[in-house]
């Protein structure tokens, strides 16, 4: 007999079905027993009545490996509304311990640093898996907005012969008798591509070296990137990002009401016309005039509690959680134009020498998405990267392709655990992350000596 999968038991009623999952939760109840299995599909409740069927599952733990023959039915009553009559169970493997961690009942408890220890059988629970089938339903979105929009896919190197980034935030690693280093970016890469294919997208993992233990750091992080070519000015990206949010809500809200349910969520809310503009000399003069706190930073840039206070002007006055952020600090890096005559679009009057062509994409009081205006010209990246001590040696294949026509162009980075954090509401963003690597846990294990490691 051909396997039925538990959400197909509507579509197989009053016929015999064989099913194969985990035991999920089992119980007595007088002369019957009810059986609960898990597979992909979802749950299924099993009415077991023969005393010998009772008996192969006595002593056996959640997580033993079951196939069960039997009769699909209506259930009205039933949580399921389907169930499986007289059932007949074959163990295929059997768990004969209990599970460290209750994964039967309908919520899931335990410190965060407990939840990531036994993360290989939370995975299990219906709460924990939503989370992540959101976060794929993300990635899947992400990727078929690009596509429509005329952006091409292709796979980033991860490890390059010299840092994607200026900084020291970078892992090094032996490479032969050599070094080579952990992409901390597809920087480099996305923009060769544009040189090739005008628009590109890829999605991919990032490494950053950076020693904060902090609820919204790790050292490994999923991205989803795009650059685009032939544009007049980076408000053109602004739009194609904007659409493709939108689609990534559309599809969430659509596919995952379940998931979302689960976890009691509202999603982001988001604004009927363009995503709110500011400045982020205008935003710090309004959080100014907000709180009294003053508008002059060391840096042209909002801090966590800028960011919230921001977050809460832009939701009180246009009704959206999401608002861009524009023109941060000048020399933002090599590669991104400066607010001043000579970069794309801009003219005496909107140059201001003090910023960069640069937007952040925030959220709920939290960055989702950067990017900038990248520079074209080939002799004006040497210059810059000769002014920020970099060396253009280390950067040939990179300036090739600007050494031989790059159009204008601009491009972005979503961080999907960063989005997935703030849809779902989490204080820590490792409960957005199946397996984080961070100062204490590399891909989710517990570095040795770090047991007692907490984080800030």
Not at 224 to 236: R, T
Not at 401 to 413: D, I, L, R, V
Not at 422 to 435: H, P, V
């Amino acid at each position: 007999m051909r396997r039925t999968l538990t959400n197909e038991l509507k579509a197989k009623v009053d016929t015999d079905v064989l099913l194969k999952g985990w035991l999920h939760n089992f119980r007595k109840l007088g002369s019957i027993a009810f059986l609960v299995l898990r597979d992909r599909g979802g749950f299924a409740q099993i009415i077991i009545e023969s005393k010998e069927e009772m008996e192969k599952l006595s002593n056996l733990y959640t997580g033993t490996i079951l196939e069960v023959q039997g009769k699909s039915v209506s259930a009205p009553k039933s949580k399921y509304g389907y169930e499986v009559q007289n059932g007949k169970v074959k163990v295929l493997v059997p768990v004969t311990f209990p599970s460290p961690i209750d994964i039967s009942k309908e919520d899931i408890h335990g410190e965060l640093d407990t939840m990531l220890d036994l993360r290989p059988v939370v995975i299990r629970h219906p709460k924990i898996q939503a989370v992540f089938k959101v976060q794929a339903g993300i990635l899947t979105a992400f990727a078929d907005s690009m596509r429509v929009q005329g952006f091409m896919e292709f796979r980033n190197p991860i490890l390059l012969g010299a840092a994607s980034e200026s900084g020291a935030s970078v892992f090094e690693v032996n490479y032969f008798d050599g070094k080579a280093y952990l992409a901390q970016s597809p920087q480099f890469y996305k923009q060769i591509m544009v040189g090739g294919f005008e628009r590109v997208f890829t999605i991919g993992t990032v490494f950053r070296a950076e020693k904060h233990n902090t609820v919204r750091h790790l050292m490994e992080i999923t991205q989803m990137d795009g650059e685009m070519g032939f544009i007049d000015s980076y408000e053109e990206v602004l739009d194609v990002i904007e659409r493709t949010t939108r689609h990534i809500f559309d599809c969430v809200g659509m596919n995952y009401k379940e998931e979302l349910a689960l976890w009691n969520v509202t999603l982001p809310k988001l604004p009927e016309g363009k995503f709110p503009r500011i400045k982020v000399k205008e935003a710090l003069k309004i959080i100014e005039e907000r709180t009294g706190k003053s508008a002059k930073r060391e840096e042209l840039d909002l801090d966590p509690e800028d960011e919230r206070e921001i977050a809460k002007y832009v939701l009180e006055k246009y009704d959206s959680d999401f608002l861009w952020l524009l023109n941060f600090k000048a020399n933002k890096n090599f590669y991104t134009w400066n607010n001043e005559v000579g970069a794309p679009s801009v003219t005496k009057e909107t140059e201001d020498k003090d910023e960069s062509l640069s937007y952040d994409l925030e959220c709920r009081g939290l960055e989702w998405l950067s990017g900038t205006h990248r520079i074209h010209i080939y002799e004006k990246l040497v210059e810059n990267m000769k002014l920020q001590g970099l060396s253009g040696e280390d950067a040939k294949h990179y300036l090739m392709a600007f050494q031989y026509g790059m159009p204008s162009e601009a491009g972005f980075s979503f961080g999907l655990e960063r989005m997935t954090k703030q849809i779902f509401g989490f204080s820590n963003i490792r409960e957005a992350t199946l397996f984080p690597s961070d100062l204490k846990r590399v891909a989710g294990a517990v570095r040795k000596g770090k047991e007692d490691m907490k984080y800030e």
